[in-house]
T-cell receptor, first 113, second 113 residues
Framework: NAGVTQTPKFQVLKTGQSMTLQCAQD?????MYWYRQDPGMGLRLIYY???????DKGEVPNGYNVSRLNKREFSLRLESAAPSQTSVYFC????????????FGSGTRLTVV | GQQLNQSPQSMFIQEGEDVSMNCTSS?????WLWYKQEPGEGPVLLIA?????ELTSNGRLTAQFGITRKDSFLNISASIPSDVGIYFC?????????????FGKGTKLSVKP
């Protein structure tokens, strides 16, 4: 099925470990996004990439880095995980500057202990 | 930054009842979107609204783009158990920089059979 694929679905990290969350879309969308979702906080934008080769900070970028590897793939890296980064992470993509809405992946549930 | 106030935060209703939820903002938007998130999944787009005053239906769901462009409403008629989930409103101003989809904090809907 066409859409946004995220890996892994679940991950447990120890404080200080690093990891990369992977995201790929097959809808030929120009723009891609990383959100985190915490209880009662809704969806908060971490980083986004308006087009291949560009990335920009969102609302909560501290502690994260991103790479837009090509048009299909947008990865999120935690260099030194902290318990405050325990969350559910969603990748999304959009075309036409988002006018038709964003398509979301099914999420990565990350726990940092 | 821009914020959306979504209410109510949660609802517990009986199967067959109608449901109303709304979003308000201090800023105007070009587009209002409504998403539903089921447990363990990413948000899925339900309805998109593009014009002030627009009323759009998707099955038992009806959403309206407020005339002031600062609010939107979602109604669900004759609720059923599979309506359970978190409903998010989102406002979008496209035409400028990306990353402008602003989410409300969600309305958690529980339906008792």
């Amino acid at each position: 099925n066409a859409g946004v694929t995220q890996t892994p679905k679940f991950q447990v990290l120890k404080t200080g470990q690093s990891m990369t969350l992977q995201c790929a879309q097959d809808m030929n969308h120009n723009s891609m996004y990383w959100y985190r979702q915490d209880p009662g906080m809704g969806l908060r934008l971490i980083y986004y990439s308006a087009s291949e080769g560009t990335t920009d900070k969102g609302e909560v970028p501290n502690g994260y880095n991103v790479s837009r590897l090509n048009k299909r793939e947008f990865s999120l890296r935690l260099e030194s995980a902290a318990p405050s980064q325990t969350s559910v992470y969603f990748c999304a993509s959009s075309g036409r500057q988002g006018a038709l809405g964003y398509t979301f992946g099914s999420g990565t549930r990350l726990t940092v202990v | 930054g821009q914020q959306l106030n979504q209410s109510p935060q949660s609802m517990f209703i009986q199967e067959g009842e109608d449901v109303s939820m709304n979003c308000t903002s201090s800023s105007i938007f070009n587009t209002w979107l409504w998403y539903k998130q089921e447990p363990g999944e990413g948000p899925v787009l339900l309805i998109a609204l593009y014009k002030a005053g627009e009323l759009t239906s998707n099955g038992r769901l009806t959403a309206q783009f407020g005339i002031t462009r600062k609010d939107s409403f979602l109604n669900i008629s004759a609720s059923i158990p599979s309506d359970v989930g978190i409903y998010f409103c989102a406002g979008l101003n496209y035409g400028g920089s990306q990353g402008n989809l602003i989410f409300g904090k969600g309305t958690k809907l529980s339906v008792k059979p």
